[in-house]
């Protein structure tokens, strides 16, 4: 087949759906399908390029909001951006139009598949539902055009069930529509060791608000735990400074280590060293931070809220907590830090169970969805 991954985001910028995608265009490539990447334009140019031999096409999205000047703006950049993504697919002609991520790129993702009779698939990645900008709630347009491309849509996937039941009950989609097709996580070399450097429990993510990591150092300061017993946050964003002055406000300041954006590879080993690894979010649509976790053999606590309560299970594979119940989770902390044999055990059943979320699993999934098709 054909097939246009239409994302919100693709590399160099880093995050869970441009992975996510980057390891889907590869394996749909592996299999003998022809693959083109089209994603968002951030710079105002138009570019493509090759990435690990995949095609990548930037393209405009102008979309307008509710000022004269931003409507004018774009009457202007509209006719354009139009024409950009009709010649992309006609240059390329793809069979499908695979949507990841609803943003502006599902717009005219949707507009397209109207416009040239080509089959649509959405996969949602819980952007209704964790979006810092709240995207959904502010913007009538965001939502009317999701709502439009559900109903147009061939076959509609998202990571969790909980991602889907959103979609059913704020978006149009069915009560009985919808497909689950969860993330993936490269395989480590099988001479991969874990370390031992102490008791260290680690968080990863984009340092915003969702992702609960003051609920973390909270839990963190409260709990009974050695006093060599380090945090470490991985990750860059707005709530930099502000993680920075709650920790000298909790006093862990001299236990706490906020290094910044990491490499793939620089989480690898961060998590190898992990007594725990810790997911604490308000919200989180999978939670892919857990499969890398379970890849290094280390434990998880994770959080209730959201999809991960889908695939861990309580006790055996990982600790299920609510991160607002900040005491629950410093217990959840003292319990697997000052236990090594118990953390141990419940890693090493994580690292089994890792092995039922490979990419090539996740494409299986979503060539069963491509499979439904009507591409006569």
Aim: with cysteine.
């Amino acid at each position: 087949m054909r097939v246009a991954l239409v994302t919100s985001s693709y590399s160099p910028y880093a995050g869970g759906v441009e992975t996510h995608v980057q390891a889907v265009a590869q394996e749909l490539a592996q299999r003998g399908h022809s693959v083109q990447v089209w994603t968002v334009q951030r710079d105002g140019k138009h570019i493509v390029r090759e990435l690990d031999g995949i095609t990548v096409v930037e393209l405009p999205t102008p979309l307008p909001a509710r000022t004269l000047p931003s409507i004018l703006s774009w009457v202007a950049r509209a006719p354009s951006a139009a024409l950009a993504w009709s010649r992309a697919h006609r240059r390329f002609q793809p069979q499908m139009l695979h949507v990841h991520c609803f943003g502006p790129n599902g717009t005219y993702g949707w507009a397209l598949s109207m416009l040239m009779r080509t089959p649509l698939v959405l996969s949602s990645h819980g952007e209704t539902m964790a979006d810092q900008d709240r995207l959904f709630e502010t913007s009538a347009l965001a939502k009317w055009s999701m709502r439009k491309a559900i109903g147009r849509a061939s076959s509609v996937t998202g990571c969790s069930e909980v991602v889907l039941d959103d979609l059913r009950d704020r978006f149009g989609l069915a009560p009985t529509a919808g497909s689950v097709v969860p993330n993936g996580v490269e395989p480590l070399p099988e001479d991969s060791t874990r370390r031992n450097d102490g008791a260290l429990v680690v968080a990863v993510g984009r340092l915003v608000e969702v992702k609960g990591f003051d609920l973390l150092m909270k839990a963190f300061a409260r709990a009974d735990l050695p006093g060599d017993t380090r945090l470490v946050i991985g990750g860059d964003g707005p709530c930099f400074a502000e993680l920075e002055r709650l920790s000298r406000k909790l006093g862990i300041d001299d236990r706490l280590d906020l290094p910044g954006r990491l490499s793939a590879e620089s989480v690898r080993q961060l998590m190898a060293s992990a007594r725990v690894v810790v997911v604490p979010s308000r919200f989180e649509a999978f939670g892919i931070t857990a499969l890398e976790a379970w890849r290094s053999g280390a434990p998880v606590i994770a959080t209730t809220r959201g999809g991960l309560r889908e695939f861990i299970s309580d006790g055996d594979d990982g600790m299920l907590i609510d991160p607002e119940k900040t005491d629950d989770l410093a217990v959840a902390l003292a319990v697997l830090v000052n236990d090594p044999r118990r953390a141990r055990k419940m890693g090493e059943a994580g690292k089994r169970r890792v092995r039922e979320f490979t990419w090539a699993a996740v494409v299986d999934g979503y060539e069963r969805e491509y499979a439904k098709l009507d591409l006569t």
